[in-house]
């Protein structure tokens, strides 16, 4: 029998094997903890298992417990679909966790296909609850016990320098590599949490404002390892803020330079740190692989990145990417409209500093335009809420929720459209996009590039009405063709 059986479920949107789909890194580490202490465990990715079902009814019915790990959206919605499965073929227990049913846990127990949640981090709480018969002594837990909600004592953050290396024998590898940098890339994640305070994101509630990261020694022993089992020349940095701690950065390199580990490697950075960032340090990440940075811009309104406490300025924005145009590094910047009060001259301003970063920066793409969701745990769910969104009643109503779409009360029917079809068009505007993201996707980038002209054309003009050519693009875009 195995002890437990772990379910990654789908995405909806960003299921595209060998460009989207990253290893689903929340788990392993789980599974990592499970295998140190003895306990075997099982990884089911929905993503890439074509027959998921008949796999999750073997592995339940020998199992003593399915965690299933889910952010709001699409993947609550996959994750009940698995949970029904496994429902109706054993009596494992079903346990729910990852960001959503953390912040949401006592609407989430209510649910009939939910045995327990884990708030936080999983790693310690799921190998005490295999072990321990008594879950009220396990803390970090929310379950059901003779028709009664029992919560437990909160849980400590995890000393990330602790976790074991992970077991990569469980995922067949072949699915999650990716040739955005490099010919063949890994994901990889040394930190957690973020010390920055955005008004639209869900880390100061679920990591408390706070940022662990592995001491540089440990992320380079992982990183060394991936690199020479895999045979990678690439990784990305999947973590919320890879940059916190610009020495650390610097050690981690040196310390794949000492051990002659060479790759082109992508992370996330925020405006103000490369703002700061000397030329010198600069043109060390360059010389040691940086290849594509992810930086979240939000929006070109100075008013607006005020009220979502971005902390960082306009000229800020044009000025870093203005530095960045000097080197061989490619920004990808990202933006959210639909915010609670924003305005057409904030959205204007948006639109406007898009096109000038494109063209003050001939390498610089546009990650897309995200709709603003008020996920729970962000301050600007209290606000939204405020001026007239009621919150799903039920862990099955979040399934809906998409960066894509927005059905606010304070966005009409005519702006909603019209959001929507810049968010889709985003993609296209830089025209470098779709040539990266769909190598091996030959005719749909071909097509993809031809379209980015008319985008750009459009975009500059402010066209975003008559569109029929969308329709099918969202269609593509749906079942996980584009992105």
């Not at 607006?304 to 990808?332: C, F, H, M, S």
């Not at 097509?447 to 980015?452: E, P, R, T």
Request: proline share 4%; with cysteine.
């Amino acid at each position: 029998m195995t002890d437990a059986v772990l379910l990654f479920p789908r995405t909806g949107t960003m299921d595209i094997k060998g460009v989207l789909v990253e290893i689903p890194q929340s788990l392993l580490f789980i599974a990592a903890f499970l295998e140190k202490a003895k306990l075997s465990t099982k990884i089911i990715d929905q993503r890439v298992e074509k027959d998921w079902k008949t796999a999750l009814r073997r592995e339940a019915k020998n199992t003593k417990l399915v965690g299933i790990s889910a952010m709001t959206g699409k993947q609550i919605d996959y994750g009940l679909k698995a949970a029904k499965v496994v429902r109706e073929s054993s009596d494992a227990k079903i346990v729910w966790g990852g960001i959503h049913p953390s912040l949401m846990p006592e609407q989430t127990i209510r649910n009939d296909l939910v045995d327990a949640v884990v708030v936080g981090e999983g790693e310690e709480t799921l190998v005490e609850m295999l072990k321990e018969k008594d879950w009220s002594k396990v803390k970090g837990i929310v379950f059901k016990k003779g028709g009664k909600t029992i919560s437990t004592k909160p849980r400590d953050f995890l000393d990330i320098n602790k976790l074991p290396p992970p077991p990569y024998h469980l995922l067949k590898m072949e699915n999650y590599f990716i040739p955005f940098v490099g010919a063949r890339a890994l994901h990889v994640h040394t930190s957690r949490g973020c010390p920055h305070r955005c008004t639209f994101c869900y880390n100061r509630v679920f990591n408390q404002g706070r940022w662990r990261a592995m001491k540089a020694k440990k992320a380079a022993d992982m990183i060394e390892e991936m690199v020479k089992r895999f045979d990678l020349d690439g990784v990305v940095f999947t973590e919320d803020n890879f940059f916190v701690d610009l020495k650390r950065v610097e050690d981690i390199f040196k310390e794949l330079d000492r051990r002659s580990v060479k790759i082109r490697w992508k992370g996330d950075c925020r405006i103000d740190y490369l703002d700061r960032m000397s030329e010198s340090f600069l043109s060390f990440l360059e010389e040691h692989g940086l290849d594509t940075l992810n930086i979240g811009v939000e929006s070109g309104s100075q008013r607006v990145l005020k009220r979502i406490q971005k902390d960082i300025t306009v000229e800020q924005i044009y000025r870093v990417n203005k530095k960045l145009a000097k080197t061989n590094i490619t920004p990808r910047y990202s933006f959210m409209m639909g915010f609670p009060d924003e305005t057409e001259e904030d959205r204007r301003a948006t639109m406007g500093m898009i096109v000038r970063i494109i063209e003050d920066n001939k390498k610089a793409m546009i990650g897309n335009v995200s709709l603003f969701s008020p996920y729970p745990g962000c301050e600007m769910f209290k606000e939204a809420i405020e001026r007239g969104f009621s919150p799903p009643g039920s862990l099955e109503g979040w399934a809906d929720l998409d960066l894509t779409t927005i059905d606010m009360p304070f966005i009409d029917k005519k702006l909603r459209k019209r959001l929507e079809n810049i968010s889709h068009m985003s993609r296209f505007v830089d025209g470098i996009s779709v040539s990266r993201y769909l190598k091996t996707r030959p005719l749909i980038r071909a097509l993809a590039l031809v379209y980015s002209r008319i985008v750009r054309y459009r975009w500059k003009r402010g066209f975003f009405s008559f569109m029929p050519e969308l329709a099918i693009f969202k269609i593509l875009y749906k079942r996980g063709m584009i992105r």
